[in-house]
Every structure is written in structure tokens, then in C-alpha cells.
């Protein structure tokens, strides 16, 4: 199956593209700075992949990738954003524009993987070395809505439920477009990206529910989790 970019995947679960941003000034951002890099742009050849560090001090963990906001992007549990295409694909038509790979703000676009379907704490292994370890989903935000220039597009996103594996670094190694990526370690729970999401945004009585997968999750949304629980939960 082609992607709508004309690419053959290489491998039937792979990286279409490794995208990063460079930082730019915009009106629509809460940065602080008043820049952001969401728009993302395919990379070529290989793109060092790493730890970046805690959260609040390190960045992206994509090299050359810029995150202008500390507050709420970058660090280790939030290290690399992957977006699969199959999904790019079906906003592309309820949308009725195009959407390049890296238009969602992904550094990872992807074919052929289950990429809200993944539990919290599966790794992957992409390419021969790195190995990336599912941590939650995307939160939209109003630098996401600027970018796209769609009314509404905060809750519309929201509310379809699909938003994107967040991931940190387990073993860090050179990742390019056309690398193979493997599902190597599923944990032993049912909490998937998509269901933690709807659990964080929408559907909030699900969170007590979503402590069993608390050790791997992003701290952030660990935080909504116990919080909500600490204070409804008997």
C-alpha cells in the first residue's frame, strides 16, 4: 500500500519519516518565548535519538529537534512524539487538505502500527538499536490548533480519541525513514494510549482505573491520575 506522500513502506510496521522543527516565532503559541517547533519537517539520512533529560530541563529527544516550551513538552517521558500515517491520512480526509508527514507535530510518522492501540509501558524497537517505551498520548493545545488554523480543533481532536504515542528513550541509537519497528515487550495490563487519553481529557471516572499502568506512564498524566484518584476514590 502506497502512503499519500507515493512511499512503499519497506517493512509492513515502519518509519515513513523522522521529522524535526526548528524554533520560529508565531501569535499563536502560550510559549513564554512566543516560539514554538511544531511545524515539523522530514529529516534525511540518519537522526540521533537519546534521553534528553528530566522534565522542566531537557528538550526533545530527537537531535536538531526544537521545543520552546519546557513547561509542557520535551523531557525524558516525552522524549520523541510518534503519529501514524493511516491516521494523518483519514484527517487528510475529513479535513479535505493535504497533511505531510510531520503536520501534527510528530517526530515519527508511521505505517502499519497500532499506535493508540499501544499500552502503556509496550516498547518498540525501531531500526537495529533504538528501543522506545510508550508513555501516554498527546494533549492538544492551542500551539497544535494555531498551527493547523482549524476552528475548534482542540475539542474536535480531543473527542476522536486518536492522539498519538508519547515515548522515552530505553535505548538510544540512530533512527532514519524506512526503519523497521518491532513490538518487543507488552505489559500485562489493558491501558492503552487511546484509553488513557479519553481517561485524562473526557471520560475522567476512568482514571482510578489507569493506576495499573502508573509506573510507565508520562508524570504528567500519572499526576491527573492519582490526584483524581486521592480525591474520588474511597
Not at 520552546?68 to 503519529?83: E, I, P, S
Request: with cysteine; proline share 7%; charged share 25%.
Amino acid at each position: 500500500m502506497l502512503s499519500s506522500s507515493g512511499e512503499r513502506p519497506p517493512y509492513p510496521r515502519s518509519v515513513l519519516s523522522v521529522n524535526v522543527g526548528r524554533a520560529k516565532a508565531v501569535e499563536y503559541t502560550d510559549a513564554p518565548s512566543g516560539r514554538t517547533g511544531i511545524d515539523k519537517l522530514p529529516a534525511e539520512g540518519a537522526v540521533r535519538v537519546a534521553a534528553p533529560g528530566p522534565k522542566g530541563a531537557g528538550a526533545s529527544g530527537v537531535a536538531g529537534d526544537a521545543v520552546c516550551d519546557l513547561r509542557f513538552h520535551g523531557g525524558d517521558d516525552r522524549a520523541v512524539y510518534a503519529f501514524a500515517r493511516e491516521d494523518l491520512d483519514r484527517w487528510e480526509r475529513e479535513l479535505e487538505r493535504p497533511l505531510a508527514h510531520g503536520s501534527f507535530g510528530e517526530n515519527l510518522t508511521t505505517t502499519g502500527l497500532d499506535v493508540n492501540g499501544a499500552l502503556i509501558g509496550e516498547r518498540w524497537r525501531v531500526g537495529p538499536e533504538v528501543v522506545l517505551e510508550v508513555t501516554g498520548g498527546r494533549i492538544p493545545c492551542r500551539t497544535f490548533a494555531g498551527s493547523l488554523g482549524e476552528q475548534g480543533w482542540v475539542r474536535r481532536f480531543t473527542r476522536d480519541g486518536a492522539p498519538g504515542a508519547l515515548l522515552r528513550v530505553i535505548v538510544p541509537g540512530d533512527v532514519r525513514a524506512g526503519d523497521p519497528v518491532e513490538v518487543v515487550h507488552r505489559p500485562e495490563h489493558d491501558i492503552t494510549v487511546s484509553l488513557l487519553f479519553r481517561a485524562v481529557t473526557i471520560e475522567r471516572e476512568l482514571l482510578p482505573s489507569t493506576l495499573v499502568a502508573a509506573q510507565w506512564m508520562e508524570s504528567g498524566l500519572r499526576a491527573v491520575a492519582e490526584e483524581y484518584t486521592a480525591k474520588y476514590v474511597p
